[in-house]
């Protein structure tokens, strides 16, 4: 007996689909555009992300690599600064009689949790803050009164923050007077990083209506000097008395073995070119990515 087929049968069991070729086309397909897509992405990113890519595309040596501060807070400790400072927590500080005053300082508000070399000393991001520290030791050599810059490109990458732990690690570790100049006029944090109230600071010094005795503050907890940005609002029409800023950047250099300058972001404020001309040493604080 012969078997009979009909035409319609046929037709459809011709088109069926290769299921095997179509899994591997599939599959070819799919890494081509995970492959591409992945290396387009890395391609049109902008940042940096390891230090041998700062190294090798700026030409500048890396100080040190810091961690993100969450690494080093403990589960209790992950509140972020404003909400600390909003808190009002105070603590109990010995009062200091500083240069030109007569009376003892009151309690401050707490130190904001991004001064990690303080509060958890013994973290990995504390230990590339000293190991930052000694480079700039290094590379200052014996010379006295080293002015150091802090700078960035843009705001939010960490400067005041680096500036704070920086100046901590050289007055606390390495045992060297230091002063902080919070320089940058337009948007000042370093009274909120540390507690301090706002008193007169770098904007009446360059003004002439206070002298730098009469601004300069000591942190006892910090153990560090401190000049805030002041309380005039001025924006940073202060900086561009030239003169008078180089007059009291020399002035800090004959009191101070460190001078930590923290600047404006270097895109943002043109005065920022003022101060970076005036330090011997300019650290640019890049964020990842």
Not at 36 to 65: D, H, K, N, Q
Not at 78 to 83: C, I, L, N, R, T
Not at 145 to 154: D, F
Not at 242 to 271: C, H, M, N, T, W
Request: hydrophobic share 45%; charged share 20%; aromatic share 6%.
């Amino acid at each position: 007996s012969t078997p009979l087929y009909s035409s319609a049968a046929s037709d459809v069991y011709k088109r069926q689909p290769n299921l095997i070729l179509v899994m591997f086309g599939g599959l070819a397909v799919g890494c081509a555009l995970g492959f591409g897509g992945a290396f387009g992405i890395e391609v049109m990113r902008r940042g940096y992300v390891s230090a041998e890519e700062i190294e090798m595309t700026l030409g500048l040596p890396v100080l040190a690599v810091i961690s993100q501060f969450e690494s080093a807070w403990p589960g209790t400790a992950e509140a972020p600064a404003w909400e600390s400072r909003r808190q009002n927590r105070l603590l109990a500080m010995p009062g200091f009689m500083g240069e030109g005053s007569s009376v003892p300082k009151e309690p401050q508000v707490a130190v904001a949790p991004e001064l990690v070399a303080m509060w958890y000393p013994r973290s990995a991001v504390a230990e590339q803050y000293r190991v930052a520290a000694t480079r700039l030791g290094l590379i200052a050599g014996k010379q006295k009164g080293t002015v150091i810059c802090m700078s960035s490109a843009l705001m939010g990458e960490g400067k005041t923050s680096t500036s704070l732990n920086m100046a901590y690690v050289l007055s606390r570790d390495l045992n060297r007077k230091t002063v902080l100049v919070d320089c940058d006029l337009k948007r000042p944090t370093v009274r909120a990083y540390t507690g301090m109230e706002s008193t007169a600071g770098l904007t009446e010094v360059l003004l002439g209506h206070k002298t730098l005795d009469e601004c300069l503050e000591y942190h006892e907890q910090l153990g560090i000097w401190v000049l805030s940005a002041g309380i005039e609002v001025t924006g940073t029409t202060a900086l561009t008395h030239v003169d008078r800023l180089s007059e009291l950047i020399q002035g800090l250099r004959e009191k101070f073995e460190y001078v930590v300058l923290d600047s404006p972001p270097l895109l943002a404020v043109a005065e920022t070119l003022l101060i970076v001309r005036m330090a011997d040493v300019v650290v640019h604080v890049i964020r990842a990515r």
